[in-house]
């Protein structure tokens, strides 16, 4: 009797562990992943991370209503910082301590990108920055766990270039927004210029919310300048055009990719007829022919953005769009730890993505070619394929 009583006692309490481990086993695993987002929502430059904010959010919603990644729901934690290098430090750190992200995409900006991974490379944390900044990523071996998806300003300039060489063009003006990205835009213009035998005969400067650019224009008026061109984001460049257009300035205005939207268009409405610019291939996707690799990814991420949102679609958040994804990748492969998730993104090869075609690698933490930009050129309020 007693040795009955005792198996039974036996039986009941490994029934109760099971049952135990059955009961914690699910509310493990249904942990969220938490990715954290951060980018200019609001301010000058808010027609970059509006959309961004947007792609990340429309991404995160499709995955977890198609179960999440391995089974455990996908939470996005998004803040704005204005553009703001102190809030975008302080929305770093708080994605870190208090939301526990376990890799953060964005700033928009390259000046916010570059004080954030002073946090997350001290935090062995991934950044997928949204900047174009080539200081981001460069060089690889001191950012060990930045990775970032738009296009360099490297590439930009060569982009410019090569047209500008074609077009015969040799002299050259160049005006630059104070911020990190008109910084490290001047930085480039001027190191590539001699390798296409340019000249740049005028140097200007303008701060992101200045209204009234003719001084820096009546300057270059007065040079041998065959083409000016406008390196900038925000509200600013639309603000060159119309200035140049008041000044009957004729002279080629090129502006640099982040002008690429059809927010630009908007802004700068007849003045900005006949600018040429450097821009990913979502802006012209429909003028691709279908055996571009791209022209379907760009289809699907417009049709969707546009009819969830019932706004254009942008190449800016187009960045946000293909770093999730690439993400997502490296979380089904990682389980979620960090340093995995690091290795998993460095290895990710011939994703085709909004942005272009990413190849990471240990030496590059970008992946893309000069060919992922297009030139283009503003007719009739479109973007309209050049080279």
């Known amino acids: 009797m007693r040795r009955t009583v ?8 490994l029934a109760g562990l099971v049952l135990l481990w059955v009961g914690c086993g699910p509310k493990a695993t249904s942990e969220p992943f938490v990715v954290g987002g951060i980018f200019s929502i609001t301010g000058p430059a808010s027609y970059l991370g509006e959309p961004e904010r947007n792609s990340m959010e429309m991404v995160a919603e ?15 934690v998004i803040y704005d910082d ?4 102190t809030k975008a430090r302080l929305h770093a750190e708080k994605l870190l301590q208090k939301d526990k992200a376990v890799t953060i995409i964005g700033p928009s900006l390259t000046h916010t990108s570059m004080a954030v991974l002073e946090i997350t490379q001290k935090a062995k944390l991934p950044l997928i920055s949204c900047a174009a900044g080539l ?42 927004v104070s911020t990190g990205f008109g910084v490290a835009g001047k930085e480039q213009l001027l190191t590539q210029a001699p390798k296409f035998e340019l000249a740049v005969v005028a140097q200007e400067v303008f701060g992101e919310k200045d209204t009234d650019m003719t001084p820096q224009l009546t300057k270059i008026r007065g040079t041998e300048a065959q083409a000016v061109i406008c390196w900038g984001t925000g509200p600013a460049p639309a603000l060159v055009a119309k200035n140049m257009k008041q000044l009957a300035m004729t002279i080629p205005l090129i502006q640099s990719h982040g002008a690429a939207s059809k927010k ?15 821009a990913g291939k979502l802006v012209i ?6 055996t571009d690799p791209q022209k379907a990814v760009c289809k699907e991420y417009a049709t969707k953005y546009t009819a969830k949102f019932k706004t254009p679609e942008s190449s800016f958040g187009g960045y946000a769009y293909d770093a999730l994804r690439m993400l997502l990748i490296a979380l089904e492969k990682s389980g979620g730890d960090q340093a995995k998730i690091r290795d ?7 994703f ?4 272009g075609v990413f190849n990471m690698s240990p030496e590059d933490h970008n992946g893309l070619t000069p060919d992922a930009f297009v030139m283009v050129k503003i007719s009739n309020g479109q973007f309209k394929f050049l080279d």
């Not at 930045?146 to 270039?161: E, H, L, P, S």
């Open 285 to 290: 996707y429909n003028q691709l022919p279908d």
């Open 352 to 355: 085709v993505g909004v942005s």
């Open 6 to 13: 005792i198996l039974c006692g036996l039986v009941m309490a």
């Open 135 to 176: 200081a981001i990523t460069s060089p690889a071996k001191d950012r060990v766990w930045v990775f970032k998806t738009a296009q360099t300003d490297q590439m930009a300039v060569n982009r410019i270039y090569q047209y500008l060489q074609k077009q015969g063009l040799k002299k050259l003006a160049i005006l630059t």
């Open 344 to 350: 998993e993104l460095e290895k990710i090869k011939k």
């Open 264 to 278: 630009f268009i908007e802004l700068a409405g007849d003045a900005g007829e006949g600018i040429i610019l450097p």
């Open 62 to 76: 499709e995955v977890n209503s198609k179960g999440g990644v391995s089974g455990r729901p996908l939470k996005v």
């Open 82 to 85: 204005e553009g703001d290098v």
